[in-house]
Each structure stands twice: as C-alpha cells, then as structure tokens.
C-alpha cells in the first residue's frame, strides 16, 4: 500500500509560553535582542562558557561586530523536527543570526513552507551541493542567517509501539524499489533539500539492507546525509560512505532533557568542546522552549570566542576529505 503523506503530532512542552500566550511575543523579542541573559539559575563555578557579550541584533551586526578567526573550530548545529508550526519557540530559533542546519519532517503542513527557508551557502565552487528537486523549489523567503534544509526521514525505532515516527517511513524488510519509492515521496514534499538525516530509526538503521538502498537514492541524487546516532548498532554512516555519499555522524543530542536549561547549555559546551578538539563538530538540538531560549543566549558568546557555526554542507566544505568529526552514542529512538 502507498504510504499516506501523514505524520502524527509531536508533543510539545507546556510551560509559561503556552500558558501565556499573549506574551510570547515579547518573550520572543527579549530572547533574540537580549540572548535571554537574565538566566533563571546561576552558572556553575567551573563553568567551561566564554564570558558573556551582547547578542547582536542581526546577522550583519554579528559579522562586523565579533569576526571569527579564520582557524577557529566549526560547529554545525541541526534543528530537527521542522513542519508542524512557525511560532512559539520555532520562531525564536529561526531569528537567531546564525547559520543552522534545519531538518524537515516530510508530509506535514508547513513541510514544504520550511524549504522555503533555505538560503545560499559560503560553499567555494567547487564544493556545490546538489539539491534534490531544485526545479521544484520554491521562492526562498528571506532569512537573518544562512539556513540548510535537510529532509529529516522517518525510520522505524525499537520501540515502534510507543513512538512511531510518521509517514512515509523506513522500516526492515522493504524491497529497494520501495525504499526508493518511499524516498522519493519524502523529498517531494521537503523540496530542494540538500540531505538526509534520520528521525528516530533505532532499528532501521541497524539493517545494512534497508541503508544500502537508502544510500544508492542518496548517492544518485548528490545529498548528503548525517547519522543521527540514534542507536549504537546503526549501520547507517558505514552504508554512506561505501555507496560514496558524504556523510557524518551526530556527536551528541543537546537537548536530551528538554526542560532543563544547565543540561542544555553543558551539552552544548560538550560540543563546543569536542569541535576545539577535532576542529569540528555536528550536533542536533529541537524546536523546544528551553533549547530556544539557551541557544538564544550561548550562540553569541561561543562566535564572540572564534567558535564558527556552519551549516553541515558548509562543515564538510571545509574540512578534509574523508575526515569525520565523530559521534558518540547520541541516544534516541
């Protein structure tokens, strides 16, 4: 049966933002003028973060006002789970001046709007990225930073009971005809993507079958792709770079608690931290409150200390061929 273009609703945190309304919009605009720096706690003592500065007010003002050095590490953070709304926290992120590699779910209302976001990369040229479907995109809508967008595709999770991943999905077993099928109607939806990564897929990227085939789409349609890391056994990164697509793997997930701004903000120094060390990084956060409100805040202090946040095109442009900032075991479904 051809899988319907469906997906079920995410869950959302609720907190003072959907209890309140009719204030969110100046708690957006106090995020995103400000970088939130009246914390709701204190820093710890050791705390590994540059000193505060100012967040700027555009991506202009942040280009002239806090240049990066041209040596400093690279970090590329991907938003996942794009598609259902554009307010709320979505809205705070996509002001946020910095480059961000954001992740579409397919088939959902405002799939093909948020391809919309994409805009030109600081690729050399001879770096080009192919875009699957370019000649369907639409008109790209004007942005404050540089935005990738990557079809973030549904593969099956262990737990597939208690979390499934929506439609069109990948699951173990499929025939490559209907691995390419299913592939073809995700990017349809999400056109112009310029990669892939996975949305849950603990168990189907462990299948070397089923990534095979994903990996020979992937491969004739010039995308990248980025192993979320969902489970320890995938096998999905392996499958990318013997069938020659460019491919990474997610260090770590920032917002693996979601409610809690320290554990964010320390996942995000891990990161940070890990890209110093091996000059580069990939780290996946969500649209959620908190991930907002502490990206809003920490963003600026890192690119004031050299940190240069790229899109995931843009990290593998720049860094050796066949070199892998590599992840650990992210967690997830």
Same mark, same amino acid.
């Given at each position: 049966?051809?899988?319907?273009?469906?997906?079920?609703?995410?869950?959302?945190?609720?907190?003072?933002?959907?209890?309140?309304?009719?204030?969110?919009?100046?708690?957006?605009?106090?995020?995103?003028?400000?970088?939130?720096?009246?914390?709701?706690?204190?820093?710890?003592?050791?705390?590994?973060?540059?000193?505060?500065?100012?967040?700027?007010?555009?991506?202009?003002?942040?280009?002239?006002?806090?240049?990066? /050095?041209?040596?400093? /590490?690279?970090?590329?953070?991907?938003?996942?789970?794009?598609?259902?709304?554009?307010?709320?926290?979505?809205?705070?992120?996509?002001?946020?001046?910095? /480059?961000?590699?954001?992740?579409?779910?397919?088939?959902? /209302?405002?799939?093909?709007?948020?391809?919309?976001?994409?805009?030109?990369?600081?690729?050399?040229?001879?770096?080009?990225?192919?875009?699957?479907? %370019?000649?369907?995109?639409?008109?790209?809508?004007?942005?404050?930073?540089?935005?990738?967008?990557?079809?973030?595709?549904?593969?099956?999770?262990?737990?597939?009971?208690?979390?499934?991943?929506? %439609?069109?999905?990948?699951?173990?077993?499929? %025939?490559?005809?209907?691995?390419?099928?299913?592939?073809?109607?995700?990017?349809?939806?999400?056109?112009?993507?310029?990669?892939? &990564?996975?949305?849950?897929?603990?168990?189907?990227?462990?299948?070397?079958?089923?990534?095979?085939?994903?990996? %020979?789409?992937?491969?004739?349609?010039?995308?990248?792709?980025?192993?979320?890391?969902?489970?320890?056994?995938?096998?999905?990164?392996?499958?990318?770079?013997?069938?020659?697509?460019?491919?990474?793997?997610?260090?770590?997930?920032?917002?693996?608690?979601?409610?809690?701004?320290?554990?964010?903000?320390? &996942?995000?120094?891990?990161?940070?931290?890990?890209?110093?060390?091996?000059?580069?990084?990939?780290?996946?956060?969500?649209?959620?409150?908190?991930?907002?409100?502490?990206?809003?805040?920490?963003?600026?202090?890192?690119?004031?200390?050299?940190?240069?946040?790229?899109?995931?095109?843009?990290?593998?442009?720049?860094?050796?061929?066949?070199?892998?900032?590599?992840?650990?075991?992210?967690?997830?479904?």
């Amino acid at each position: 049966m051809t899988p319907a273009c469906r997906h079920r609703q995410l869950s959302r945190p609720r907190g003072l933002r959907e209890a309140c309304p009719a204030l969110w919009p100046a708690l957006v605009a106090v995020a995103v003028l400000t970088g939130c720096r009246d914390a709701k706690a204190p820093a710890p003592a050791a705390d590994p973060r540059p000193p505060a500065v100012a967040a700027p007010a555009d991506a202009a003002t942040s280009r002239s006002a806090t240049p990066a /050095p041209a040596a400093g /590490p690279l970090v590329a953070i991907i938003v996942d789970d794009w598609g259902q709304a554009l307010n709320g926290p979505q809205a705070v992120i996509l002001a946020l001046p910095q /480059p961000l590699t954001l992740a579409v779910l397919p088939c959902l /209302p405002h799939s093909a709007e948020m391809a919309r976001r994409a805009t030109a990369l600081d690729l050399p040229a001879d770096a080009a990225v192919a875009r699957a479907g %370019e000649d369907q995109a639409a008109t790209p809508v004007p942005a404050t930073a540089r935005r990738e967008i990557f079809l973030h595709l549904p593969m099956q999770p262990l737990d597939v009971v208690q979390s499934h991943p929506g %439609e069109p999905v990948l699951v173990p077993g499929l %025939e490559p005809a209907e691995v390419e099928r299913r592939l073809a109607l995700a990017l349809a939806s999400v056109p112009g993507a310029r990669g892939v &990564n996975n949305h849950m897929g603990s168990a189907a990227t462990a299948d070397s079958a089923l990534m095979a085939a994903l990996m %020979e789409g992937l491969s004739r349609r010039g995308l990248r792709f980025v192993d979320s890391l969902t489970s320890p056994a995938s096998v999905a990164y392996a499958a990318a770079r013997q069938a020659g697509v460019p491919a990474l793997r997610s260090r770590i997930f920032l917002d693996a608690d979601r409610t809690s701004s320290e554990a964010i903000a320390a &996942n995000l120094a891990r990161l940070v931290a890990a890209a110093r060390a091996g000059g580069a990084a990939v780290g996946i956060a969500h649209p959620y409150v908190t991930t907002a409100e502490v990206l809003a805040a920490e963003l600026p202090r890192y690119e004031a200390a050299g940190v240069r946040f790229v899109t995931v095109s843009e990290l593998m442009a720049k860094t050796p061929a066949g070199s892998d900032p590599m992840g650990e075991d992210a967690g997830g479904r």
